[in-house]
């Protein structure tokens, strides 16, 4: 066997690494994968059961009030499993504006991803005031109302 040969072959295996490393489809690609792997573990994992190795919001911890996200294992965990009614009670806004949203976003960074093209959404000013007051009415609200 030909040194030069196998020094060209582990070029060209680092170089197509490195490609795909880089390629715009490989954080999409792995966000994907990292959700589909933590919906695997959390199809067998009863949030709503005390005793389950699931982590805890810090927020929750440190201040015993719900912030924004609260709920949304729960929500995730009945919307695998057929109960809507359930999930709409974990987290109402988070059920009928961030998964539409989420599913928006994250599609549209996996096309453009696989279409060689960077997507980087940008909310503006008015945008980011929108959604940062809608989180932190939602977390009063919660709050308050229990």
Same mark, same amino acid.
């Given at each position: 066997?030909?040194?030069?040969?196998?020094? *060209?072959?582990?070029?060209?295996?680092?170089?197509?690494?490195?490609?795909?490393?880089?390629?715009?489809?490989?954080?999409?690609?792995?966000?994907?994968?990292?959700?589909?792997?933590?919906?695997?573990?959390?199809?067998?994992?009863?949030?709503?059961?005390?005793?389950?190795?699931?982590?805890?919001?810090?927020?929750?911890?440190?201040?015993?009030?719900?912030?924004?996200?609260?709920?949304?294992?729960?929500?995730?965990?009945?919307?695998?499993?057929?109960?809507?009614?359930?999930?709409?009670?974990?987290?109402?806004?988070?059920?009928?504006?961030?998964?539409?949203?989420?599913?928006?976003?994250?599609?549209?960074?996996?096309?453009?991803?696989? *279409?060689? *093209?960077?997507?980087?959404?940008?909310?503006?000013?008015?945008?980011?005031?929108?959604?940062?007051?809608?989180?932190?009415?939602?977390?009063?609200? *919660?709050?308050?109302?229990?």
């Amino acid at each position: 066997m030909d040194g030069s040969r196998g020094g *060209r072959g582990a070029g060209a295996f680092a170089r197509a690494v490195r490609t795909l490393r880089t390629h715009p489809a490989a954080p999409p690609l792995g966000a994907l994968a990292a959700g589909l792997a933590g919906a695997a573990y959390l199809w067998g994992t009863n949030p709503h059961q005390a005793g389950q190795w699931l982590p805890r919001c810090p927020f929750n911890l440190l201040t015993g009030l719900l912030c924004p996200a609260c709920g949304g294992t729960r929500m995730t965990y009945d919307l695998m499993h057929g109960d809507v009614v359930a999930a709409f009670h974990d987290n109402a806004l988070l059920l009928t504006l961030g998964v539409p949203a989420a599913a928006y976003f994250g599609g549209r960074w996996l096309v453009e991803g696989l *279409r060689g *093209r960077r997507y980087r959404p940008k909310l503006g000013r008015v945008g980011t005031a929108v959604v940062l007051g809608t989180a932190v009415v939602w977390a009063v609200v *919660r709050n308050l109302v229990g």
